[in-house]
């Protein structure tokens, strides 16, 4: 069992439809990345988070520490949203130098 | 500059050959990490380097993979005789200061593309 998963790993939705995506872990971690790679593209860095919720335009990000659980939403989901998204989890203790380790990503198609 | 940059974009191998990869962090940022990332797959970790110094190797899939930073910037992810497993986009990443604090975040670059023939 990886230490990071997502569901789905795939994803097809309708301009506008309000899209979830999910990020289970299981190792203890001082905070978790929320990012998004366009094909051919890097990565960019959509959140970091601890606790609670960050929201920024039409993305919102989510995490519960006690259930290990993070969800990243996208309030009217538009076909330049697609790409892949990955959770990224930053372990937590002083001797891991900040690593991520990462879930397999969730391919977002937005058709218009 | 900007942002992290990488070098080249694109690379094809012939199998046996070796391979130099580049990556420019942002200026003055201390940490710098190797991923690699297959198609299709979350990025894995292949080293972290705190200025010139590299604290984690663990990542590096055989003694055919080396980096260096010599002078704490730029830093070089060499493969010698590469094989077709190695085919793999190549992330760099970098932060401002030591990659462990919570509010480091990580500052990834466009990659490299890596297919051996």
């Given at each position: 069992?990886?230490?990071?998963?997502?569901?789905?790993?795939?994803?097809?939705?309708?301009?506008?439809?309000?899209?979830?995506?999910?990020?289970?872990?299981?190792?203890?971690?001082?905070?978790?990345?929320?990012?998004?790679?366009?094909?051919?593209?890097?990565?960019?860095?959509l959140?970091?988070?601890?606790?609670?919720?960050?929201?920024?335009?039409?993305?919102?990000?989510?995490?519960?520490?006690?259930?290990?659980?993070?969800?990243?939403?996208i309030?009217?989901?538009?076909?330049?949203?697609?790409?892949?998204?990955?959770?990224?989890?930053?372990?937590?203790?002083?001797?891991?130098?900040g690593?991520?380790?990462?879930?397999?990503?969730?391919?977002?198609?937005?058709?218009? | 500059?900007?942002?992290?940059?990488?070098?080249?974009?694109?690379?094809?191998?012939?199998?046996?050959?070796?391979?130099?990869?580049?990556?420019?962090p942002?200026?003055?940022?201390?940490?710098?990490?190797?991923?690699?990332?297959?198609?299709?797959?979350?990025?894995?970790?292949?080293?972290?380097?705190?200025?010139?110094?590299q604290?984690?190797?663990?990542?590096?899939?055989?003694?055919r993979?080396?980096?260096?930073?010599?002078?704490?910037?730029?830093?070089?992810?060499?493969?010698?005789?590469?094989?077709?497993?190695?085919?793999?986009?190549?992330?760099?990443?970098?932060?401002?200061?030591?990659?462990?604090?919570?509010?480091?975040?990580?500052?990834?670059?466009?990659?490299?593309?890596?297919?051996?023939?």
């Amino acid at each position: 069992k990886n230490e990071v998963e997502q569901s789905p790993q795939n994803l097809t939705a309708q301009e506008g439809e309000f899209i979830t995506i999910n990020c289970s872990y299981s190792v203890g971690i001082s905070a978790l990345h929320w990012l998004q790679q366009h094909p051919g593209g890097g990565i960019v860095s959509l959140f970091m988070l601890s606790s609670g919720k960050k929201k920024h335009g039409r993305l919102i990000a989510t995490i519960n520490i006690q259930e290990k659980h993070s969800s990243l939403h996208i309030t009217a989901s538009h076909p330049r949203d697609s790409a892949v998204y990955i959770c990224a989890a930053k372990p937590a203790g002083g001797t891991s130098y900040g690593k991520l380790t990462f879930g397999q990503g969730t391919i977002l198609t937005v058709h218009p | 500059g900007a942002g992290v940059s990488q070098s080249p974009r694109y690379k094809v191998a012939k199998r046996g050959q070796d391979v130099a990869l580049r990556c420019d962090p942002i200026s003055g940022h201390v940490s710098l990490f190797w991923y690699q990332q297959a198609l299709g797959q979350g990025p894995e970790f292949l080293t972290y380097f705190q200025n010139e110094a590299q604290l984690d190797k663990s990542g590096l899939p055989s003694d055919r993979f080396f980096a260096e930073r010599p002078e704490g910037s730029v830093s070089t992810l060499k493969i010698q005789r590469t094989q077709q497993e190695d085919s793999a986009v190549y992330l760099c990443a970098s932060s401002l200061g030591w990659a462990g604090a919570y509010q480091e975040t990580q500052y990834f670059g466009p990659g490299t593309r890596l297919l051996v023939l």
